[in-house]
């Protein structure tokens, strides 16, 4: 299994960013899609998370300004940021968990997002 997470880069504080994060090497569409960040000295935390479903959640830092959305049919995920600022800097990871036993999770290796004030 492999998780390629792309649209990283360098943006200006208030600026648009689209992640995208494809997975290949089994299906996934009954598992949860995830939006994970860490920037230099925190923990990796979540940023947004989206069920099978399609029922998303989205931490307080970029709820109302951010959209994940999952394409199960081609086993890819998306995460939109607007209004960026400068506190969205960090590296940004993309995660498959399944829940359900047997359970597991997979990581994509990370794309970094630099906003500059």
């Known amino acids: 299994v492999q998780l390629q997470a792309s649209g990283g880069g360098l943006v200006q504080a208030g600026g648009s960013l689209t992640l995208s994060c494809a997975a290949s090497?089994?299906?996934?569409?009954?598992?949860?899609f995830g939006w994970y960040r860490q920037a230099p000295g925190k923990q990796r935390e979540l940023v947004a998370r989206?069920?099978?479903?399609?029922?998303?959640n989205y931490a307080d830092s970029v709820k109302g300004r951010s959209t994940i959305s999952r394409d199960n049919a081609k086993n890819t995920m998306s995460l939109q940021i607007n209004a960026l600022r400068p506190e969205d800097t960090a590296v940004y990871y993309c995660?498959?968990?399944?829940?359900?036993?047997?359970?597991?999770?997979?990581w994509g290796q990370g794309t970094q997002v630099t906003v500059s004030s």
């Open positions: 995660r498959i968990r399944r829940t359900m036993s047997p359970t597991y999770e997979y």
């Open positions: 090497g089994s299906t996934f569409s009954g598992d949860y």
């Open positions: 989206i069920s099978s479903g399609g029922t998303p």
